[in-house]
């Protein structure tokens, strides 16, 4: 018997190499859509984007899943988002439809909420797209994640603590942050092409939930740092983040508002339909503290 093709997009990111390779081991053949990096563990590449839709009704072709991780997290342009996110979603759903794939798996973010600017109300559409599909499909909205050596996001903080720096945070006592390890999420989008149980339903993920200061205490206390934390006021970052529509500043403009959005509850059943166990924070934020041999 041929073994399932699984179409990844976003194979070449920091989620989406540990995802494919998870999938080789469960007996999957992977085919990558490339943009621009060509992924190692990929059995097939084929190139193409989001944004070409002759190019995803090759690289969907013959495929019994798709595993739609790309996404545009940070732009300066908020066309870009609704271009990537929305309508590149919306392609790939459709050569999906054509070529008779019988499942789909979007992953999508916890900041969904139309209040979080362009980006968020991009990510709702893509899922709404999904949704009315007409597809065997699941959405995982994926929570904060860290432990990949990122630079962004909660990585950032943790690269700061690491290095003794000061960490800077806007909101720090009042917005609440949920963040899972790298190796805890995986699991669960590989969970979401095989469980029939996943089908057309939307799950939640998340981990230990807690403020931002209270985070970054905790990478202060997990390496031992001697950093400090800086708050930042909300008015002035939210005028930093409006000039970064226009200037290369360190704010692009819906960051707050992604931020401050109100964000879903977390999933009771993603547990069990999607074997979700998230360690906790003290236990991901000590694994990283050990020295590596």
């Known amino acids: 018997m041929s073994r399932r093709v699984v179409l990844v997009t976003g194979a070449s990111g920091t989620l989406g190499r540990p995802v494919c390779s998870a999938l080789v081991t469960r007996d999957w053949t992977v085919r990558a859509l490339v943009h621009r990096t060509a992924v190692a563990l990929a059995d097939e590449h084929v190139r193409g984007s989001l944004e070409d839709a002759s190019s995803l009704t090759r690289a969907v072709e013959g495929a019994h899943a798709v595993l739609h991780l790309a996404a545009l997290t940070h732009s300066r342009n908020p066309r870009r988002y609704d271009q990537i996110n929305r309508v590149g979603t919306v392609n790939l759903v459709d050569a999906a439809r054509t070529a008779g794939a019988s499942r789909f798996v979007l992953a999508s973010t916890r900041a969904i909420s139309p209040e979080g600017g362009a980006y968020s109300r991009s990510k709702n559409a893509a899922e709404?797209?999904?949704?009315?599909?007409?597809?065997?499909?699941?959405?995982?909205?994926?929570?904060?994640?860290?432990?990949?050596?990122?630079?962004?996001?909660?990585?950032?903080?943790?690269?700061?603590?690491?290095?003794?720096?000061?960490?800077?945070?806007?909101?720090?006592?009042?917005?609440?942050?949920?963040?899972?390890?790298?190796?805890?999420?995986?699991?669960?989008?590989?969970?979401?092409?095989?469980?029939?149980?996943?089908?057309?339903?939307?799950?939640t993920l998340a981990g230990d939930c807690l403020t931002l200061r209270a985070f970054a205490e905790s990478c202060v206390t997990a390496f031992e740092s001697a950093s400090s934390i800086v708050d930042l006021p909300l008015t002035a970052v939210r005028l930093v983040a409006a000039l970064g529509r226009f200037l290369p500043l360190p704010v692009y403009p819906d960051q707050v508002a992604r931020l401050l959005a109100p964000k879903p509850r977390i999933s009771e059943d993603?547990?069990?339909?999607?074997?979700?166990?998230?360690?906790?924070?003290?236990?991901?934020?000590?694994?990283?503290?050990?020295?590596?041999?």
């Open 128 to 203: 709404t797209a999904v949704a009315a599909s007409g597809l065997d499909y699941t959405i995982v909205r994926l929570p904060e994640m860290y432990g990949a050596g990122g630079s962004e996001g909660v990585d950032r903080i943790i690269g700061l603590a690491r290095a003794g720096k000061a960490i800077p945070l806007v909101a720090a006592d009042t917005e609440v942050i949920c963040p899972a390890h790298f190796d805890d999420v995986v699991p669960s989008l590989v969970e979401a092409l095989e469980n029939e149980r996943a089908v057309g339903k939307t799950y």
């Open 270 to 293: 993603a547990v069990d339909h999607l074997r979700f166990r998230p360690r906790s924070l003290e236990e991901g934020l000590r694994s990283l503290a050990r020295p590596t041999a």
